[in-house]
């Protein structure tokens, strides 16, 4: 049966190693081969020292426009471009982009459990981190394990945020069940499993969002199918001109 185990953590005022800070936090869990180790994207973005001062940011001639278009302090507006793959559009207070291939409100910058004037960006280099940790976990431990790196996000039309991987290692990050066939024997067309996804969801209603100080989780006998090569980016999006949403927005 599969289970979800969430590891509380110390608070960190500036920025550490992620590696040591995970295995003193799971000291007492055995870690084993085919385990999912499921990660707040803001706690290894704090590891990095991925916080920024907004105070001390000086905006651009652009940061100033799209301030004034979608009403947001102008010092924030330059944080968003430049963490921002590209604009797609926005409402009052929040910027519609991409960031690391990932449809986000304001490039997933977050103010949340941070200090009062400081914001927390993604993670440098995601996937790289997620490879680097899930080679260490092998090499020192001798556990082959997935490692998905998780933000929380809203989902068009439904209240509430769902977790999404904006990284993956060891796993098989999507399943093509295209080509398979349904309950009454009819061939499926676009049916394709977002499997980091979905087990970034079920870790994040386990790890909560607030004080709970849960940003790890641990998925125990989840029969993902795993693998020793890397993951890319670009196997878990797709552009925009291919997603159902933002074409029937463009329409």
Do not use: W
């Amino acid at each position: 049966m599969t289970s979800i185990i969430p590891i509380k953590t110390s608070r960190k005022e500036s920025s550490f190693d992620l590696y040591n800070d995970f295995i003193e936090s799971t000291k007492d869990i055995k870690l084993e081969t085919g385990d999912i180790i499921v990660i707040s994207s803001k706690y290894v973005a704090n590891s990095e020292g991925r916080l920024i001062d907004v105070s001390k940011t000086k905006p651009s001639s652009d940061a100033i426009e799209l301030s004034k278009k979608y009403q947001l302090d102008s010092k924030f507006a330059e944080i968003i471009l430049r963490e921002s793959d590209s604009i797609i559009g926005g409402v009052t207070g929040f910027v519609l982009t991409t960031a690391d291939h990932i449809l986000a409100p304001n490039a997933g910058i977050d103010k949340s459990n941070v200090k009062k004037g400081k914001v927390v960006l993604y993670p440098d280099l995601p996937y790289k981190t997620a490879e680097n940790l899930r080679k260490k976990i092998f090499l020192n431990l001798g556990a082959h394990v997935g490692v998905i790196l998780v933000d929380s996000r809203l989902m068009p039309g439904r209240a509430g945020t769902v977790g999404v991987a904006i990284a993956a290692s060891g796993i098989e990050p999507i399943q093509d069940i295209r080509g398979q066939k349904d309950l009454d024997g009819n061939p499926l067309k676009v049916t394709v499993k977002a499997t980091a996804d979905n087990l970034a969801t079920m870790a994040n209603h386990k790890m909560g969002e607030g004080a709970e100080a849960t940003p790890i989780a641990i998925i125990k006998n989840s029969m993902t199918v795993m693998t020793s090569r890397k993951i890319f980016a670009e196997e878990m999006a797709i552009s925009t001109d291919m997603c159902v949403y933002m074409r029937g927005l463009a329409n």
